[in-house]
């Protein structure tokens, strides 16, 4: 303000706090001005009037505010009003101290129900315009005025008469001040009029107006562990169960395995792979059904005409054509008839008709074979049919006998053998057996069973199979009985006309005292009697390879063809000779 006072901004009376207050009545001399209480008696002369001092309320509907002369801190002493000395005794003076309780509060007496009567003299002027918005017109406010409340939209107030006072408060005795409680969504200002107008930090607040109670916090820390343990654990168990899910399972998705791409399935010439592409589409089986049994073994194509070599006791049991069915490599089924056999060589030819496109195998040398070449056998083995099984040359020229069943000698067959570690098993019996260049090098006919003895590849019962040890007959014999058999249907034998002692335990192969039946151990004419040789005479050497035996002898005679000349070295009583012959040739069975 401008009256030299401090420029502090009275707090505003809200309308139940005034209607508390009682009106004193109007003066005597009729001046109609309201009567200013009465200063405190002065200590001292010039002491002033206690600060917080002030008027008693307007009950007009814009009351000027009250006015404090000097600041004062409100904790330094109370504040109070004098009543004015010339008040009636109905208009107790109203002290404002600190809070009391209400039942020591001195009692208030009720509003009168009539209005003011109007005064002929002018009412005191204010210290400044009247604001209807009840706002501060200018300076700041004092040190304990609150800030300006949240203003809301008014709630309705019911319709009064005119000039009509509200009723006072039904409260007894004044509520002594206090700070005001702050509601969970701010202060909340009194229904009727404008908010500035009715709001009182220090009143009791609207009578009609209660706060809900607040429900105490529950502590979130007890709750916070308590979740973090179920999760834990739920967590836990979901874990081991999908953890046990894709153990047993292999994973919560489908299983895709790497796969190589598909490339070029061409294999070079020379592998087993390509040798066996080569040879297969030339390799029969063979079902032979006759004499009260059945056999199964293996073949391979000579020429387009049909032709296909094999064992003799392949088909040895066979009567007729009818006996024997061939399964080329495709499926496709023939019959076949029986061209020839031989017993000495375990050879025989067979023949299909009205079968097209068939491929026969090259045949190539079995005298350029070396120990340790690679080699391919294939064959039914058991019936298995295709089967490729590969290894090497184990041995060359090693004199095998199979057969004598019959016990005369006439089924024993005698092989200057290729040995190979291919594994070759009953039903590979009269299969072929490759080079690198998928030629045909040997007939695959016999195997060495473990317990010491040799057979055929379908002999006897005993053999159990392959141990590594297969023999097979050289091709270039092979071709030579083929030939024959075909051309005429009977093979021929080298011979050199002598009778051999099998008896002989010596190192060597003797030349009898006697023949069979009686007759001379040295036949007349024939080569050994032209080259000088006599009985008793014992053979050591066959074109400088040592024999040990007279079966040796008889394997070394029958790799050769009638009419090749051989060296022979013999001893004589106790002297080595040399003999040259020329093979001769006897009818094979």
Do not use: C
């Not at 401008?2 to 901004?9: F, L, M, R, T």
Request: aromatic fraction near 4%; charge should be negative.
């Amino acid at each position: 303000m401008n009256n030299g006072k401090p420029n502090w901004w009275s707090r505003p009376s809200n309308t139940p706090e005034a209607a508390r207050i009682s009106t004193p009545p109007p003066a005597e001399d009729g001046d109609g001005d309201f009567p200013l209480p009465a200063p405190r008696p002065p200590a001292a002369p010039d002491q002033a009037a206690p600060a917080g001092s002030r008027p008693s309320g307007d009950l007009t509907e814009t009351a000027p505010a009250f006015e404090v002369s000097e600041p004062r801190p409100l904790t330094a002493e109370p504040l109070t009003a004098e009543p004015p000395a010339s008040a009636p005794e109905t208009a107790p003076a109203v002290e404002l101290t600190k809070p009391v309780p209400a039942a020591e509060a001195a009692p208030v007496a009720p509003a009168p129900e009539t209005p003011a009567p109007e005064t002929p003299a002018a009412a005191p002027v204010p210290l400044h315009a009247p604001d209807e918005y009840r706002t501060p017109p200018y300076g700041e406010p004092g040190p304990w005025a609150p800030a300006p409340p949240v203003q809301r939209p008014p709630a309705p107030v019911p319709p009064q008469q005119q000039g009509a006072v509200p009723p006072a408060p039904a409260h007894p005795h004044p509520q002594p001040h206090a700070h005001p409680q702050q509601h969970p969504q701010g202060p909340v200002p009194p229904q009727g009029g404008s908010p500035w107008t009715q709001y009182d930090p220090w009143g009791a607040g609207d009578p009609g107006f209660t706060f809900e109670p607040v429900p105490a916090k529950k502590s979130r820390k007890g709750l916070a562990v308590a979740g973090a343990l179920v999760f834990a654990l739920v967590t836990g168990v979901i874990g081991g169960g999908i953890g046990a899910y894709v153990e047993r399972n292999g994973g919560l998705t489908t299983v895709e395995l790497p796969q190589a791409e598909a490339g070029d399935t061409d294999r070079a010439p020379e592998s087993v792979a390509g040798i066996a592409a080569s040879a297969l589409p030339g390799v029969v089986t063979l079902h032979v059904r006759g004499s009260g049994s059945s056999g199964t073994g293996t073949g391979f194509v000579l020429d387009t005409k049909g032709h296909i070599l094999t064992n003799n006791h392949v088909v040895d049991g066979a009567s007729s054509s009818e006996d024997i069915s061939v399964t080329f490599s495709s499926g496709e089924t023939a019959r076949a008839r029986l061209v020839g056999k031989d017993t000495g060589y375990d050879l025989a030819v067979v023949q299909v008709t009205g079968v097209s496109g068939l491929k026969p195998l090259p045949l190539g040398n079995s005298d350029n074979v070396r120990v340790g070449d690679p080699v391919v056998a294939i064959g039914a083995p058991f019936d298995l049919s295709n089967t490729v099984t590969s290894g090497i040359i184990s041995a060359k020229e090693r004199p095998i006998t199979a057969g004598g069943e019959k016990g005369d000698g006439s089924d024993i067959s005698y092989v200057d053998a290729l040995q190979t570690d291919a594994p070759i098993n009953p039903g590979n019996s009269g299969g072929p057996l490759l080079d690198s260049k998928a030629r045909v090098i040997g007939i695959n006919s016999a195997i060495r069973a473990a317990g010491g003895g040799s057979g055929e590849g379908e002999g006897a019962a005993s053999q159990p199979g392959s141990i590594g040890l297969g023999f097979a007959i050289p091709i270039n014999q092979g071709k030579r009985v083929a030939e024959e058999l075909i051309n005429t249907g009977k093979a021929t034998h080298p011979v050199i006309g002598v009778s051999l002692d099998m008896q002989f335990n010596g190192d060597g192969a003797r030349v009898g005292e006697k023949g069979k039946d009686g007759s001379a151990s040295v036949t007349a004419g024939g080569p050994a009697a032209k080259a000088g040789l006599r009985p008793g005479d014992v053979i050591t050497k066959v074109d400088g390879q040592r024999v040990h035996n007279g079966e040796e002898l008889i394997v070394k005679i029958r790799a050769h063809r009638p009419g090749d000349k051989l060296e022979l070295t013999l001893n004589r009583d106790g002297k080595e000779l040399t003999k040259t012959l020329t093979l001769g040739s006897s009818q094979g069975t």
